[in-house]
């Protein structure tokens, strides 16, 4: 009884965001309609801030849909939606920020790490490698390791 309960509940969890976008919001244009949710899933819900817009049940992430779709109805590309989105919210708004001056640390900062941690790797392994590990056979140990080689 108790995994029947919590397989329904992890359905649905997991089908919650499909629940997203409302009946009412849905555009009669399917081509209309494929270039919004496309649009959306690029946009982040400010209240959220981990989900898309498209995701997301927030009052603000509907809103904005809304205005997505009108953008959309008024003939704007789906460049033009997303500049007049991100002017009004910033470039947080967007889920894969832009590459650009202000984001130039952003999109650097992986390959600065990999690299400085690649080179101290490197420095590691070759102070290491030049040191003996352990200490010298004791005489006893010496011995038995001979008797062992010589059987």
Same mark, same amino acid.
């Not at 009884?1 to 409302?22: D, E, G, K, S, Y």
């Not at 603000?60 to 008024?74: F, K």
């Not at 990999?114 to 392994?125: D, E, H, K, P, T």
């Given at each position: 009884?108790?995994?029947?309960? !919590?397989?329904?509940? =992890?359905?649905? +969890?997991? %089908?919650?965001?499909?629940?997203? /976008? ?6 009669? @244009?399917?081509? !209309?309609?494929?270039? =919004?949710?496309? +649009?959306? %899933?690029?946009?982040?819900?400010? /209240? ?6 498209? @995701? ?96």
């Amino acid at each position: 009884m108790i995994r029947r309960l !919590l397989l329904i509940i =992890a359905f649905l +969890i997991t %089908a919650a965001p499909a629940f997203a /976008v409302n009946p009412d919001e849905v555009l009669s @244009d399917p081509a !209309l309609e494929a270039r =919004a949710r496309t +649009i959306s %899933a690029e946009l982040r819900c400010m /209240v959220c801030q981990n989900q898309s817009i498209d @995701d997301s049940n927030a009052d603000l992430a509907r809103d904005l849909r809304l205005l997505v779709r009108n953008r959309l109805t008024q003939g704007d590309t789906d460049q033009q939606v997303i500049d007049y989105i991100v002017s009004r919210y910033g470039e947080f708004v967007l889920l894969k920020p832009r590459f650009g001056e202000k984001t130039l640390i952003l999109w650097g900062a992986p390959v600065l790490l990999a690299v400085a941690g690649g080179f101290a790797l490197f420095i590691y392994g070759r102070r290491n490698r030049a040191r003996p590990t352990g200490k010298p056979l004791s005489e006893a140990e010496a011995k038995e390791l001979e008797n062992i080689l010589k059987s």
